[in-house]
């Protein structure tokens, strides 16, 4: 699988909302896992080389495990929350009750493990979400640039000579490139 964004199936994740993957889920076309791997691979491809965003921070190294457990329920449409297999991405100031650090993109903090969920992030899991990454930002929500010491400087998904500018650039390259479906940038 290469990160152009096609998925099992051939389902195309580029552009895709929550009601395109929703349908698609439904008819077989695709699988939790896939859509979650075919994400993975485009920060890979993108992200992490390539044009190199410096968008995301981690990943959630049980988001493969989050999808197959949702595609192993094998719930009818009716019993799914709206966020149902949806992977989202969030902004490294948000706590996450998993194997993801949160940073605040801040290099003493790599490593920091909390133990409970934001409660965004709760209600988000709640809803069928899979917390796929947390996003670059400016350092502690500090500053306008979208540059951290643990994430490097953010560069923007359509022009990367171009400042995408913010504490939240992480979340929105991130989704502008395609590595998720949802973006969340909170500065608390």
Same mark, same amino acid.
């Given at each position: 699988?290469?990160?152009?964004?096609?998925?099992?199936?051939?389902?195309?994740?580029?552009?895709?909302?929550?009601?395109?993957?929703?349908?698609?889920?439904?008819?077989?076309?695709?699988?939790?896992?896939?859509?979650?791997?075919?994400?993975?691979?485009?920060?890979?491809?993108?992200?992490?080389?390539?044009?190199?965003?410096?968008?995301?921070?981690?990943?959630?190294?049980?988001?493969?495990?989050?999808?197959?457990?949702?595609?192993?329920?094998?719930?009818?449409?009716?019993?799914?929350?709206?966020?149902?297999?949806?992977?989202?991405?969030?902004? %490294?100031? $948000?706590?996450?009750?998993?194997?993801?650090?949160?940073?605040? =993109?801040?290099? /003493?903090? @790599?490593?920091?493990? #909390?133990?409970?969920?934001?409660?965004?992030?709760?209600?988000?899991?709640?809803?069928?979400?899979?917390?796929?990454?947390?996003?670059?930002? %400016?350092? $502690?929500?500090?500053?306008?640039?979208?540059?951290?010491?643990? =994430?490097?400087? /953010?560069? @923007?998904?359509?022009? #990367?000579?171009?400042?995408?500018?913010?504490?939240?650039?992480?979340?929105?390259?991130?989704?502008?490139?395609?590595?998720?479906?949802?973006?969340?940038?909170?500065?608390?």
């Amino acid at each position: 699988m290469s990160g152009d964004g096609q998925a099992g199936g051939g389902f195309d994740v580029m552009e895709a909302t929550i009601a395109d993957i929703h349908d698609a889920l439904e008819r077989g076309e695709i699988t939790c896992r896939e859509l979650v791997k075919t994400y993975i691979m485009r920060i890979s491809t993108y992200d992490k080389s390539g044009p190199a965003f410096n968008s995301i921070i981690s990943i959630n190294p049980d988001a493969l495990r989050l999808a197959e457990e949702l595609d192993g329920k094998k719930l009818p449409r009716s019993q799914w929350g709206a966020l149902h297999g949806i992977p989202v991405i969030i902004k %490294d100031l $948000m706590h996450t009750a998993d194997r993801m650090p949160t940073t605040g =993109g801040n290099l /003493t903090l @790599n490593g920091m493990v #909390t133990p409970d969920d934001a409660t965004i992030v709760e209600r988000m899991r709640d809803a069928g979400a899979i917390i796929l990454a947390k996003s670059n930002l %400016d350092e $502690m929500a500090r500053g306008i640039n979208g540059a951290s010491g643990l =994430g490097g400087q /953010t560069r @923007n998904a359509y022009d #990367t000579s171009v400042n995408p500018s913010g504490s939240s650039a992480g979340s929105g390259v991130s989704i502008a490139a395609n590595f998720g479906v949802v973006g969340i940038g909170t500065d608390t």
